[in-house]
């Protein structure tokens, strides 16, 4: 028995010496295989600027990196949703069934974005959301998804205190969106502003895409002290300039998206006074914001805007929950988790750490367009450090409130 034991050994430890040399090696061959990036964005239609953006900033950050993350070359494949849920579906369906992509990216509208949520979990796919920023996933959450771009009302919270604390507004109508984005960007909005004291005295909703605004204008009472509005990409652009043309004198108090730098230049004179609250600015001081902007207008001609940064650092946290599971996209949920675990101390924005639900804690800057020699820029004129999507409630307080959606809360003066 002795010898026969003995006969074997030399084999033994001839299969357990290449057992060492083998297995890194096909780790290295598991990771230098092609990552394939399926990226939902809106590439036409009256959102299309908005999703140039989030390319823009998604294409710079993978040529600054050699076009690699995690240790793999990357492959991006991109699918058109044209701000519609069901376009979004059909592409989505496509990226992952025929396409074979290992982690989806995108899209921008909150509409897409819940649309793809039950898609998401069924494939069991990780997706990375840097701009869409619907609530309600929150409240119901993905193991698949996480936010690293912000959540609908985390900076209408803070535009809310600030309307009434700072700029001492005690009464205010609302006007936005009739969707998910719309409500939970003004809910969110109306909930501190009402918490703080002040009178919410008329909500109006318009369709997503509407470019005459007289009737909703018409509508607006004209004894309020501001009106607070939310709107994005080409139905901003009317928004505003029709505001103008009407001959409305009340100040507007908007969401962020409203002048972003995407729609900005169009918007023109039409933005100047207004003040806004959101997580990016590309008048921001600071190394890191002064370098991305300078490099971001070198590479594209433009200096970015929230949806450029988004794109950018979207893509940074998908990099280093890759790097940290060595490229390796096989288990999503661990990918996700990685994701969550990662921070982003130098972003263009500030620092950025995920919560336990998936969504970003940040610095929000309070903005106000000025007129730079006839270029109308997003002025930060105070900032909010560390806001948490909760606001000053605890995640406990908060979600055993009612979810913000058309009617909730309820406007306290209308």
């Given at each position: ?6 006969r ?10 290449a057992?060492?040399i083998?297995?890194?090696m096909r ?10 990036i ?5 590439l036409s ?14 294409e ?6 050699h ?15 044209t701000n519609?849920?069901?376009?979004g ?7 992952v069934?025929?396409?074979?992509v ?5 899209p ?23 701009i869409?920023?619907d ?15 912000w ?13 009434y604390?700072?700029?001492g ?9 009739d969707?998910?984005f719309?409500w939970?960007?003004?809910q ?8 703080d004291?002040?009178k ?5 909703w318009?369709p997503?895409?509407?470019?005459d ?5 018409s509508?607006?009472?004209r004894?309020?002290?501001a009106?607070?509005?939310?709107f994005?990409?080409?139905p901003?652009?009317?928004f505003?300039?029709q ?11 908007c969401q962020?998206n409203?002048?972003?730098e ?10 100047v006074?207004?003040?806004t ?7 921001l001081?600071?190394?890191a ?31 280093k929950?890759?790097t940290?599971?060595?490229g390796?996209?096989?288990?999503p ?8 675990a990662a921070?982003?101390?130098d ?12 969504a970003?804690?940040?610095?929000v800057?309070?903005?106000k367009v000025?007129d730079?020699?006839?270029?109308p820029?997003n002025?930060?004129?105070?900032t909010?450090s560390?806001?948490?999507?909760f606001?000053?409630?605890t995640?406990q ?6 979810a ?8 306290n003066g209308?």
């Amino acid at each position: 028995m002795r010898s026969y034991r003995h006969r074997w050994l030399p084999l033994v430890a001839a299969v357990a010496l290449a057992v060492s040399i083998f297995a890194p090696m096909r780790g290295a061959v598991a990771q230098s295989k092609t990552l394939k990036i399926g990226v939902l964005l809106p590439l036409s239609g009256p959102f299309e600027a908005l999703g140039a953006y989030t390319r823009e900033g998604l294409e710079l950050y993978l040529k600054e990196h050699h076009n690699m993350m995690g240790g793999r070359p990357v492959q991006v494949i991109y699918g058109d949703d044209t701000n519609n849920p069901a376009v979004g579906l059909t592409q989505l369906r496509k990226l992952v069934e025929q396409d074979h992509v290992d982690v989806l990216f995108g899209p921008v509208a909150a509409n897409v974005g819940a649309a793809s949520v039950p898609f998401v979990n069924q494939n069991k796919i990780a997706m990375i959301w840097p701009i869409v920023c619907d609530d309600e996933l929150t409240r119901h959450p993905s193991e698949y998804i996480i936010r690293t771009g912000w959540v609908c009302s985390q900076t209408t919270h803070v535009l809310g205190d600030y309307a009434y604390k700072t700029l001492g507004y005690r009464k205010v109508a609302t006007i936005g969106y009739d969707f998910n984005f719309g409500w939970q960007s003004i809910q969110g909005f109306a909930d501190v502003f009402m918490t703080d004291g002040g009178k919410i005295t008329k909500e109006i909703w318009t369709p997503i895409v509407t470019t005459d605004f007289s009737p909703y204008l018409s509508a607006i009472p004209r004894d309020v002290d501001a009106v607070m509005c939310s709107f994005s990409g080409n139905p901003a652009i009317n928004f505003m300039k029709q505001y103008r043309q009407f001959g409305l004198k009340m100040p507007l108090i908007c969401q962020g998206n409203a002048t972003d730098e995407s729609t900005l230049a169009a918007e023109g004179q039409a933005a100047v006074g207004i003040v806004t609250a959101l997580q990016y600015s590309p008048q921001l001081p600071g190394t890191a914001n002064r370098g991305f902007v300078a490099r971001y207008k070198k590479a594209f001609g433009h200096i970015p805007g929230y949806y450029g940064e988004g794109g950018y650092v979207g893509a940074e946290f998908l990099d280093k929950g890759l790097t940290a599971l060595h490229g390796d996209t096989s288990d999503p949920i661990a990918l996700i988790k990685a994701i969550r675990a990662a921070t982003v101390n130098d972003a263009p924005r500030g620092p950025i750490k995920i919560d336990d639900y998936g969504a970003p804690i940040q610095n929000v800057y309070i903005r106000k367009v000025k007129d730079d020699n006839g270029t109308p820029v997003n002025d930060v004129i105070r900032t909010y450090s560390n806001v948490s999507e909760f606001w000053t409630w605890t995640p406990q307080q908060y979600l055993a409130r009612p979810a913000y959606n058309r009617g909730s809360p309820p406007c306290n003066g209308c």
